[in-house]
Each structure stands twice: as C-alpha cells, then as structure tokens.
C-alpha cells in the first residue's frame, strides 16, 4: 500500500490506490512536480489516497478547520451513475465552508480562489459524463487500437449469456483491465500503463486534466 506524504500547504484527495498511482504516473509523463516518496521534500503538491468516497467528502471541512496554511486544495472524485448528485454533494460541503460554486461544474474541471486558497474539483471521467477513473482510462486507448473494439464486443457476448460477474456500472473496469491482459505484460496495473506508453496521453481530456491540475498547483 502506498504511503502518504502529508503536504500542509497543497493537497489533492483522491478516493483509492488506483487514482494514487494513475495521478503520480501523469505527474512524471508531463513534468509536474507531485511530490512522492523518491523525491519527499520536492515536488509542489501530495496526492493522498482517501480509502473510499465517503472519507474523503468527510475529510474536506476538517482540512480547512484543522490548518490556516492550506493554500491548494484539489479534490478528485468518481461520478459513478450520478453526476449531478456527486458534484451537488461537493457543492455543499464547499458552500458551508463559506466559497461561491457555479450550479453546474465546469467542462473544464472547477478552480475557485478564496483570498490565497485556491480550490479544484474534478468529477471522472471527463466532469461531463456518468463514470469513474476506468472511462478516462480508456480514453487514453489509442484511436487505432483493434483490440478494444474486439474486447467490448466479447463483454457484450458474456452479459448475453449473463456469465459476467461483473455488475455493469463496473463494465469500464472489465473493459480497461480486459485490453490491459492482453498488452505485451498482462495484466499491467493503470497507472504503469501510463508508464509504459500502452496509453497515450494525447486525448483532449487528458490535456484538459493536466492543464487543470497545473493552474491549481503551480500557477
């Protein structure tokens, strides 16, 4: 399990290990400088790996009571079926801590500045859409790829026969981790799919997300 580096001043929540080691393996492909076990007096932010939707949405408020040297706040977060209702419950928490929030968030990932706090919200895959970390996984499968279309057709085949035992609000779990066994090392976990370049970082959305992270972190 990965450890945490607290970081007083910058801080970005995420809700598990998969989004901890996706967000560290983005940092070093496009040079932001995250702060990591390797290098833990570098880097300008610490990601840190919430265990779950529910601690993390707590945690939230008593960050902003516990330390007046927060200056960067990020918080990323599945939409899973609700979009709507996962950006309304960030809403509120942020409405009570005492900011201004647009009604619905921005295609572009929200960043909100209070005197010298600065605070972000991305919703996966893409603050538009109903999904998780997985979809904007799978946004980053190369356009001319041909096994995913052969991957998503086998999955449809299995729901047919329903022998999947997957339940289908994760099938972008089944999706991205099925083209994953099949790469030149099966079974690569997200994040060093990055890595190893099976993923490409060209996407619009990914571009739109560092730029995010970027102007929230180091601008």
């Given amino acids: 399990m990965a450890k945490v580096i607290d970081h007083p001043n910058s801080l970005l929540l995420v809700e598990g290990i998969d989004d901890f080691h996706v967000i560290h393996s983005l940092c070093k492909q496009f040079n932001i400088p995250v702060r990591n076990l390797e290098d ?50 960030i809403k509120n928490i942020l409405q009570k801590i005492g900011f201004v929030l647009p009604y619905t968030l921005p295609a572009t990932g929200l960043i909100i500045k209070s005197k010298e706090l600065k605070v972000g919200v991305w919703i996966m895959p893409n603050n538009n859409l109903n999904g998780m970390l997985e979809d904007f996984m799978s946004f980053l499968v190369p356009p001319d790829d041909k096994l995913l ?44 799919s990055i890595t190893r370049r099976y993923l490409t970082t060209d996407d619009e959305t990914c571009n739109q997300f560092i730029t995010w992270m970027d102007e929230l972190f180091c601008k």
């Fill in 40 to 89: 833990p007096k570098g880097g300008k932010f610490s990601v840190k790996d919430c265990k779950g939707i529910n601690l993390l949405l707590e945690q939230i408020p008593v960050l902003f009571k516990g330390s007046n040297q927060l200056q960067s706040l990020g918080i990323i977060v599945d939409a899973d079926i609700d979009l709507i209702t996962r950006w309304e419950s």
């Fill in 149 to 192: 279309p052969i991957i998503k057709a086998n999955l449809i085949d299995i729901e047919l026969l329903n022998l999947n035992n997957y339940s289908l609000i994760h099938k972008s779990k089944a999706i991205i981790h099925s083209w994953l066994a099949v790469q030149e090392v099966p079974g690569t976990p997200l994040g060093q």
